[in-house]
């Protein structure tokens, strides 16, 4: 398996402003996904983060507004720019090992925006 | 469209009784199938996954589930469900983007399993 963290855990953010999140991995990972989910409802696919490239979005995801960077196969970050309170939502990280065919998932990050 | 389905939002079952949480899918191609169990206020965590051989799969927790490729199906099942079990279950396939061939994860809605002691 592979033990992934992410910072913040949590945070209270003002509308308007933006945050960036990040997702660190113990051991080098083929994929890395962002993910939105309201509590206990589905995942959202937002993107997938290209080591070395622009992300793959989703419909209905755009650069400007989830900006993600991938400098090498442990670490990824994902900003949520220009908040408002729809984008309140856990922001999940998840990765694909080398080794296997399932995703791993972080603990995630809670978002509120006031 | 490739997709997902848990046609349940909500499953309840007697502690020590059978259980069965339904998933079906539609995805061109063989499929790749997982399952995820979300306890609450926690992360997901893998339970087990379908890739090819055989139909019945085991994975964590005693949990089993069986491909169906007639039935396009990937029911979750465990024979003897605990008040522990109780959780956010959710089905996910694995489908290839046709334009790069890269792959991403599609999820199903979730079924909240609760146990009844």
């Known amino acids: 398996s592979a033990v992934i963290s992410q910072k913040p855990s949590r945070d209270i953010c003002q509308r308007g402003t933006s945050l960036t999140i990040q997702c660190q991995v113990d051991s080098q990972v083929t994929m890395m996904f962002w993910y939105r989910q309201q509590p206990g409802q589905s995942l959202t696919l937002i993107a997938t983060a290209n080591q070395g490239s622009e992300a793959t979005y989703e419909s209905g995801f755009v650069i400007d507004k989830f900006p993600i960077s991938r400098p090498n196969l442990t670490f990824s970050t994902l900003t949520v720019s220009n908040m408002s309170p729809e984008d309140s939502s856990i922001y999940l990280c998840?990765?694909?090992?080398?080794?296997?065919?399932?995703?791993?998932f972080g603990p995630g990050t809670r978002l509120t925006v006031l | 469209a490739q997709s997902v389905a848990q046609p349940e939002d909500q499953v309840n079952v007697a502690e020590g009784n059978p259980l069965t949480v339904k998933c079906t899918y539609s995805v061109s191609g063989n499929p790749y199938l997982f399952w995820y169990v979300q306890y609450p206020n926690r992360g997901l965590q893998f339970l087990l996954k379908?890739?090819?051989?055989?139909?019945l799969v085991k994975g964590s927790y005693g949990f089993e589930a069986e491909f169906n490729k007639s039935q396009t199906s990937f029911h979750l099942k465990k024979p003897s469900a605990l008040v522990s079990d109780s959780a956010l279950y959710f089905c996910a396939v694995r489908v290839v983007r046709p334009t790069s061939g890269t792959y991403k994860y599609i999820f199903g809605t979730g079924t909240r399993l609760k146990v009844l002691a």
């Open positions: 998840s990765v694909v090992t080398l080794t296997y065919n399932e995703q791993f």
């Open positions: 379908y890739i090819t051989g055989d139909n």
